[in-house]
C-alpha cells in the first residue's frame, strides 16, 4: 500500500536545455530506476508535486505510487534524491527508486527531539545540540519510520545520547562501527567576570605602596 500517488508522462528527450524548457512550462523531471527495469525518465507536474514536498515531510520516507500515461503504468517507489535550486529553494529533479513492501532499503530518517523545553536540564539553563538531524536506517520498504524520537523529558545537564543509549522501532536498525553521538544537553557557558564601576574606582584610588628603604 501506497501513502501516495503521483501522475507522470514520459520524458522522451533529456539534458539540460530540454529540462530548462519542461521547467518553464510547469513541469518537474525525474527519473525512476531499479527493480531489474530499465530507468524511466518521466515529468510530473510541478505544481502538485512540489506542494506535497513542502508540506509533507512523511514523503520523503513513505512509498509512492507513480502511475505514468501510457503501457508503462504504476511503479511503486521511494524518493531516492531530489535537486534544489540554490536561490528559490524549489525542487528541480527527482530521483525514484523501484520497490516492493519487503524490500529492505537504506533510508535517511529525521530525529526529532521530544519534550527538549520541559527536560530539567534545560530548565537549568542548558541547550539541547542535536548532533545528528538524521539518522541512516535499514528496513522494510514499507516501514519506513516518519522520525526517530527521542523522549528527553528527564534529561539533566550534560547528558549525552549515543546511538546504542536508543530504542529503534521494531525492525529499524542504524548499522554502525562506532557509538555515535546523537545529542546532548550542553550545561551554560560562563561568561567573562564583569568588574563594576566601583571595583575600577577603588582600585584607581588606591596611593601604590612606598618601597621600604633598606635599613643602612
Known amino acids: 500500500m501506497t501513502d501516495y500517488v503521483l501522475e507522470a508522462e514520459v520524458r522522451e528527450l533529456t539534458g539540460k536545455a530540454?529540462?530548462?524548457r519542461l521547467r518553464h512550462a510547469g513541469k518537474l523531471p525525474g527519473i525512476i530506476y531499479g527493480g531489474g527495469k530499465p530507468d524511466l525518465p518521466i515529468t510530473l507536474d510541478y505544481?502538485?508535486?512540489?506542494k506535497i514536498m513542502m508540506r509533507d515531510e512523511a514523503f520523503y520516507t513513505s512509498m509512492i505510487e507513480v502511475?505514468?500515461?501510457?503501457k508503462r503504468g504504476k511503479n511503486t517507489v521511494l524518493l531516492k534524491d531530489s535537486q534544489w535550486d540554490s536561490i528559490y529553494d524549489t525542487p528541480r529533479h527527482l530521483d525514484f527508486l523501484r520497490v516492493s513492501?519487503?524490500?529492505?532499503?537504506?533510508?535517511?530518517?529525521p530525529v526529532s527531539a521530544l519534550?527538549?523545553?520541559e527536560c530539567p536540564g534545560t530548565k537549568a539553563g542548558g541547550?539541547?545540540?542535536?548532533v545528528r538531524h538524521e539518522l541512516e536506517v535499514v528496513c522494510r520498504a514499507d516501514s519506513i519510520p516518519e522520525h526517530i524520537e527521542i523522549d528527553c523529558a528527564e534529561f539533566e545537564l550534560d547528558t549525552t545520547v549515543h546511538i546504542d543509549d536508543i530504542t529503534l522501532p521494531e525492525g529499524v536498525e542504524v548499522p554502525h562501527d562506532v557509538n555515535f553521538t546523537i545529542l546532548?544537553?550542553?550545561a551554560p557557558k560562563r561568561g567573562p567576570v564583569e568588574t563594576t564601576d566601583e571595583a575600577v574606582e577603588g582600585a584607581e584610588g588606591e596611593t601604590p605602596a612606598t618601597p621600604a628603604t633598606p635599613a643602612e
Open 127 to 130: 541547550q539541547l545540540q542535536l
Open 67 to 70: 502511475n505514468v500515461k501510457g
Open 115 to 117: 519534550n527538549a523545553d
Open 101 to 109: 513492501a519487503s524490500d529492505k532499503v537504506h533510508v535517511s530518517v
Open 47 to 50: 505544481n502538485e508535486t512540489a
Open 184 to 186: 546532548n544537553i550542553a
Open 18 to 20: 530540454h529540462t530548462r
